[in-house]
C-alpha cells in the first residue's frame, strides 16, 4: 500500500526502513526530544532502530499501532513518520502522532499526509473518530489539525509529561468520519 503525495508518499513501516528512521530520528533529535522521546531513544543506533523497526511492523501486522513513513519519491529519503496509535476498535478510535523532518517543515506535507491517512483510516481501517492532541505552543501541529478540518473538542489537564518537564496541558482535536 502506497498513498501518492506528488513528490513524496506514504507506506507502511518496512524491515528496510531502519537505517532510515535511525538517520531521521538522530537528523530531528532536537525536534523529538520532547513530544517523542520513545521514538528517539529506541532510535539513536541502527541496531536499535532494527529492533524498532520489527516491533512496529509486527503491530502493524496485529493491527494494534500502524506506523507510517512519508519518503521522497525520487530518492526515497524518509522524512516524515507518522503513527495511528491508541487504537480502540470498540469505540472504533484512533490518535495520530506526527513528526516531520526539520528541512521540510511548513510546506504543507504533513497536513496532506494526514488527509490521506485520515481516508485510510476511515475507508480500510473502519475508524469512526480520529484524534490529535497537541500542546498549544506546537503551532505547526496545530495547523495541521485545522488545515485538516479536525475540531478542538477541549484542553487536557496535565496530559503529557515530558522528559525531566512537569506536565502539560494538551490540546484535544478530533475528525469524525462522515455518515453516509
Request: proline letters at 3%; glycine letters at 4%; aromatic letters at 12%.
Amino acid at each position: 500500500m502506497y498513498l501518492n503525495l506528488e513528490q513524496y508518499y506514504i507506506a507502511p513501516i518496512n524491515l528496510k526502513d531502519a537505517w532510515a528512521v535511525c538517520n531521521f530520528c538522530v537528523a530531528n533529535e532536537d525536534r523529538l526530544k520532547r513530544y517523542f522521546p520513545k521514538t528517539l531513544e529506541q532510535n539513536l543506533t541502527p541496531e536499535l532502530s532494527k529492533i524498532f523497526v520489527e516491533k512496529k511492523t509486527k503491530r502493524f501486522g496485529t493491527k494494534e499501532e500502524f506506523l507510517f513513513t512519508i519518503k521522497e519519491t525520487k530518492h526515497h529519503k524518509l522524512v516524515g513518520l507518522v503513527y495511528i496509535k491508541a487504537i480502540d476498535w470498540i469505540k472504533k478510535q484512533g490518535e495520530f502522532a506526527y513528526a516531520i523532518d526539520y528541512n521540510i517543515e511548513g510546506k504543507g506535507l504533513m497536513t496532506k499526509s494526514i488527509e490521506k491517512l485520515s481516508d485510510y483510516a476511515f475507508e480500510i481501517l473502519g475508524l469512526e473518530t480520529l484524534q490529535i492532541i497537541v500542546h498549544k505552543n506546537n503551532i505547526g501541529s496545530l495547523k495541521v489539525a485545522e488545515n485538516c478540518n479536525f475540531t478542538h473538542i477541549k484542553t487536557l489537564k496535565n496530559e503529557y509529561t515530558p522528559p525531566n518537564e512537569t506536565p502539560m496541558d494538551m490540546e484535544l482535536y478530533e475528525l469524525y468520519k462522515e455518515i453516509e
